[in-house]
């Protein structure tokens, strides 16, 4: 797939390195794929490492499914088979397999992790979610949003929930964009304040202002992998923070739903939330194979 011209930083741990510019042309990209459907062999003969502490259903299946779309193959790696950290440590792993593989994909605990695993490979290394950042997700949900709208200038998107490594991300980008973004956190559960002020966030402790008028609504889960010792707290502290027909009632008129799933129904969002009429979940997630191929496509070629 020829006519490129796109350089991006070697790695994507986040967004730091972006600007519009690179950021629209990877989106271009993404869109230009899915419309396309695009299959093809750029990738042929090359590997990219599933390096997972984590489990995953979409972040290992699409970027499994985008590297065979793209004519490569992909080795998936758990914890229990590597000991990241414990059996070897960060440096070695990455000295091992930039011998073997194109790119690392790394689904990890700790952002730390993701930078060691950068800092010390010669490959290309893509974090597939750590505590700080989720970046292929932040990218699914612009593509997602542009979709639906057609675009992302004016457009306010209001986070309700945990100010977590989703909700960092994207702070990052939506100030790339033209985005505005509202975010309604419990006390205690609040975003980095820098990136809060540097995406001009408008920040609450009430969902229901955050949530007022918005075209898009977007939440994530209480309790994350990790956090299972918080998560009685946790159902304490966020209780009027669910996504449920009264607080969608409160968007925009052609407001949808948002979530990157999986969803804890009765938690954080409702089934009427996740399977109604403006929930746009499924083509979030879908769009994560999109954009997994434009990342892929750009840093491995």
């Not at 898009?216 to 923070?241: I, K």
Request: hydrophobic share 40%; with cysteine; charged share 30%.
């Amino acid at each position: 797939m020829g006519g490129e011209a796109l350089t991006l930083p070697k790695d994507l741990l986040d967004f730091s390195g972006y600007g519009p510019k690179e950021l629209q042309a990877l989106l271009d990209l993404a869109e230009r794929l899915k419309r396309e459907r695009y299959r093809g062999e750029d990738l042929k003969g090359k590997v990219l490492a599933l390096l997972f502490e984590k489990p995953s259903l979409r972040t290992r299946t699409t970027l499994e499914v985008a590297m065979v779309h793209l004519g490569g193959h992909a080795v998936y790696l758990d914890q229990k088979q590597v000991g990241i950290g414990e059996r070897e440590p960060v440096r070695d792993i990455a000295k091992n397999l930039e011998r073997f593989v194109e790119g690392i994909a790394a689904r990890v605990y700790k952002h730390e992790t993701v930078e060691a695993l950068a800092r010390h490979a010669k490959v290309p290394v893509v974090n597939a979610l750590s505590d700080r950042a989720h970046p292929l997700q932040a990218l699914a949900d612009l593509l997602t949003l542009k979709e639906a709208f057609g675009g992302w200038e004016g457009l306010e998107v209001a986070w309700v929930g945990d100010g977590n490594n989703v909700l960092n991300s994207l702070l990052e980008v939506t100030p790339l964009v033209g985005l505005r973004i509202r975010v309604a956190t419990p006390r205690g559960y609040e975003p980095d304040p820098q990136l809060l002020k540097r995406a001009d966030a408008h920040f609450t402790h009430d969902p229901r202002e955050a949530a007022l008028g918005a075209h898009a609504l977007y939440t994530d889960v209480w309790t994350s992998m990790g956090q299972e010792a918080e998560r009685e707290r946790r159902l304490r502290d966020f209780q009027g923070f669910q996504v449920n027909g009264e607080l969608l009632e409160l968007l925009h008129p052609e407001g949808i739903f948002l979530h990157c799933l999986p969803a804890h129904y009765g938690e954080e969002a409702t089934e009427e939330a996740v399977h109604g009429g403006r929930s746009r979940v499924f083509d979030q997630a879908e769009n994560r194979l999109h954009t997994a191929k434009a990342v892929l496509l750009t840093l491995l070629k």
